[in-house]
């Protein structure tokens, strides 16, 4: 049977005296892709920053690899091997796109096959050419694909992409799906946020629909196909 990579349950989390997760529960599996999706505000960045620490959940559990992480730091829990591609993409504006990769390079003993700069060059070509271009000068694609640059570097056992096709041209969002698909292919446990049920039910083996906080339906991606209704009536489509 797989190994359990993260498993959250019964995670409340609040923004001051506004609660935004009421118990909210997922897991992710070794080596699988699950998608986590909701309508906007629902809860799933919050559900993000609860697992890496950002905002402190103040009730269930939060395992990751074996260990309970919910009161740890942040940097604690990034460093156990999560690797975080935010919401608003968030690189280093004054580094180049060399330095944004350079710095992120982690945990290279631990990694089976090691993320290079060549290979990350590889993946994303356009990072090549703009190598020694300042962060705060890319466009919006090309700053997404540095973020995910970024965070595989860090060779994470899970990879998380909070909404890293939005606001892209449908060229760019098509070589970032190529990209997940890769990436699954090559085995890489990720867990992935994001509005299109399409492309999602296409790659990822499960999926979650979280609604004010709470997860409202979990299962396959043939599961997810199978109920129109679903979709309707928990993401709007
Ligand atoms: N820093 C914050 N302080 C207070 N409330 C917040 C904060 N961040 C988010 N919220 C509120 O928490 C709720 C959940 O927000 P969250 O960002 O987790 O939603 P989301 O599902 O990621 O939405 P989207 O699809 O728009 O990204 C929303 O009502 C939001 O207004
Ligand atoms: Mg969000």
């Not at 609660?19 to 559900?47: D, H, I, P, Y």
């Not at 580094?95 to 290979?119: F, H």
Request: charged share 20%; with cysteine.
């Amino acid at each position: 049977m797989a190994e359990t990579l993260l498993e959250i349950d019964g995670v409340e989390t609040c923004y001051g005296l506004s609660q935004v997760l009421f118990g909210l529960s997922l897991k992710v599996q070794s080596g699988e892709m699950v998608a986590l999706m909701g309508r906007n505000g629902m809860g799933k960045t919050t559900t993000i920053r609860s697992i890496m620490g950002m905002t402190g959940a103040r009730a269930g559990t939060i395992r990751f690899a074996g260990e309970q992480v919910r009161s740890l730091p942040s940097y604690k829990i990034a460093k156990l091997g999560i690797g975080l591609v935010p919401e608003g993409r968030q690189i280093f504006p004054n580094l180049t796109v060399y330095e944004n990769l350079v710095a992120a390079s982690g945990n290279r003993q631990g990694a089976s096959d090691p993320w290079t700069i060549e290979k990350i060059h590889a993946l994303f070509p356009r990072l090549a050419e703009r190598g020694n271009n300042m962060g705060v000068t890319l466009s919006g694609g090309e700053q997404q694909m540095l973020a995910i640059g970024r965070a595989l570097m860090t060779n994470p056992k899970l990879l998380i992409l909070d909404e890293a096709t939005e606001g892209l041209a449908p060229l760019i969002r098509e070589e970032i799906w190529n990209c997940l698909s890769m990436l699954k292919g090559r085995g890489q446990s990720v867990l992935v946020i994001d509005k299109n049920v399409a492309n999602l039910s296409r790659i990822a083996d499960r999926h979650y629909i979280i609604e004010r906080g709470r997860t409202v339906w979990t299962g396959t991606s043939e599961q997810l196909i199978a109920e129109p209704d679903l979709q309707h009536r928990y993401l709007g489509i």
